[in-house]
């Protein structure tokens, strides 16, 4: 055992301090959730087709179904076309019942929606159909880009500040409210309290917390159709919990420790003790002490060590694929859920809801059959669903749906054990370092996502072929890494 998982022992493993971290933890996490995937609903596509009111001038009475009949061209499947309107003419409306017009052309005054009563979304304001429709995905891909630059520069920061040195705001942000941009701070900071055999429970359930907020999610745009009333109901919480993390975040111990930080660390942890109903009496904080083994010069580690260390190289690539495979399958299906021909609102809750069973029996899973087995399996179904998708008919959309919630679910479950795992994997010195350019593997999965949908104009099958080949590849690659079931945090890299 590590020295500092017997000072864990002797504060307790998983007291009433742990505990309120856990819970602390899972606010923002759930929070997460709604900046994460609120474009899906803020910029919802609805109904839509050229406005051709030019034709009421011939006919004021015309009903709307008449009025479409007489200026829209019709699809093979019968529908009227979203993009295109017979040519205004200068006839009268008798001539133009008679003989109809021939020529077709853009939409020259806009479109109408079919939106719900006070309901609105940037595609509508905005008007981004049609030649436009490439930027909904355009921004999404935006949006995770932030998190792309996000996930190495606070994991970096946050591995070597704290408050009381000259980068005490970023640092601050960067670790202790680092969660608002990048949900893996939290998860570590989370884990680095606890036993090994309770890490990837509190992982597990950070990441329940964000199923949650899918859940949420749904109810909430559902209930506030106005995209403009959404977008500040999703995000103004964070002001109250960047308030409150301020205030009661503890600073992590064994962070504090490698760092050198001897008093600092040993005040967080009589906090802790007295919170877990535990002393530490003065005889016994040399025995403390000793147990910290904190150095003269705290051992520094920079990004590069990451890739000149053999071990850590071979675990930072295999699992930057994991990563980049997990989050394609996740966000790839996840933004397409308005497209699997039911209600984008009980598509999005149900996707929520099979995330709890698979963030729970994926802990299951990897207290039994172990990280790497785990990892693997999910990879693999992930993947597996994605194509068996391409062989269902268009006309069966319940079919479809299922066959893409397995996939979510193979996900979500994919995308869980990835957390525990690499963080396992890194000894503390480098832990956020390495999980952050894992995290940013993942981010980079989750621009490309959108965009591989817009494949669709050269081939339908292109975007799920995609999905479903990489997963499988990095399900073999996994099989390469150690297995970390119950096997202690490490503290310090090992020159290997």
């Not at 535990?278 to 990004?303: A, C, F, G, Q, W």
Request: overall charge negative; aromatic content about 10%.
């Amino acid at each position: 055992m590590s020295s500092f998982g017997q000072v864990l022992k002797e504060i307790g493993e998983f007291g009433l301090f742990q505990k309120r971290l856990l819970i602390a933890s899972c606010v923002p996490g759930m929070l997460c959730a709604f900046v994460t995937f609120g474009e899906i609903f803020t910029g919802m596509s609805f109904p839509h087709h050229c406005n051709t009111d030019w034709i009421l001038e011939r006919g004021p009475n015309l009903t709307g179904e008449e009025q479409k009949n007489l200026t829209l061209p019709v699809n093979e499947d019968g529908s009227f076309e979203s993009c295109k309107m017979f040519t205004p003419v200068d006839l009268d409306l008798e001539t133009i019942e008679a003989y109809g017009i021939n020529s077709t052309t853009e939409c020259t005054n806009g479109w109408d929606y079919d939106t719900p009563k006070d309901g609105s979304s940037t595609l509508t304001e905005f008007d981004l159909v049609c030649d436009k429709n490439g930027l909904i995905q355009a921004s999404q891909s935006v949006y995770m880009a932030g998190f792309l630059l996000g996930a190495p520069i606070f994991g970096a920061i946050s591995d070597r500040y704290r408050p009381s040195t000259p980068m005490s705001c970023v640092a601050w942000f960067g670790r202790r409210c680092g969660i608002l941009l990048s949900l893996f701070l939290q998860l570590l900071f989370g884990i680095e309290w606890t036993d090994p055999s309770r890490a990837a429970f509190c992982t597990i359930v950070i990441m329940a917390s964000y199923s949650v907020g899918l859940i949420v999610l749904s109810g909430i745009a559902y209930l506030v159709p106005n995209w403009r009333i959404l977008q500040l109901v999703l995000s103004s919480p964070f002001i109250v919990v960047l308030v409150l993390f301020y205030c009661f975040l503890p600073e992590s111990a064994r962070w504090l420790i490698t760092q050198g930080r001897k008093e600092e660390a040993l005040k967080v942890l009589q906090r802790a003790a007295q919170v877990n109903g535990r002393t530490i009496p003065e005889d016994n904080l040399d025995k403390v002490n000793s147990m910290l083994e904190i150095k003269d010069s705290p051992e520094r580690r920079n990004m590069l060590d990451i890739f000149r260390i053999p071990y850590l190289r071979k675990r930072t690539l295999i699992m930057g694929c994991i990563w980049f495979a997990s989050s394609l399958v996740y966000y790839g299906l996840s933004v397409n859920v308005g497209n699997f021909g039911l209600n984008i609102h009980l598509t999005h809750f149900t996707f929520g809801v099979v995330e709890m069973p698979a963030n729970f029996s994926s802990l299951v899973l990897i207290q039994y059959l172990g990280r790497r087995i785990s990892q693997a399996s999910f990879e693999v179904f992930a993947g597996i669903a994605c194509l068996v998708i391409l062989a269902i008919p268009k006309d069966l959309p319940v079919v479809t749906t299922t066959i893409a919630v397995l996939g979510k679910f193979c996900s979500t479950a994919s995308f869980n054990i990835a957390f525990v795992y690499s963080a396992e994997l890194y000894p503390t010195v480098v832990r956020q370092k390495g999980v952050g350019l894992n995290s940013m593997c993942g981010h980079v999965a989750g621009i490309v996502a959108p965009l591989i949908w817009l494949l669709e104009v050269f081939h339908y099958a292109i975007p799920m072929v995609i999905y479903g080949i990489i997963p499988i590849i990095a399900g073999a690659l996994c099989l390469l890494l150690p297995e970390t079931l119950n096997v202690e945090l490490q503290d310090h890299a090992e020159l290997k």
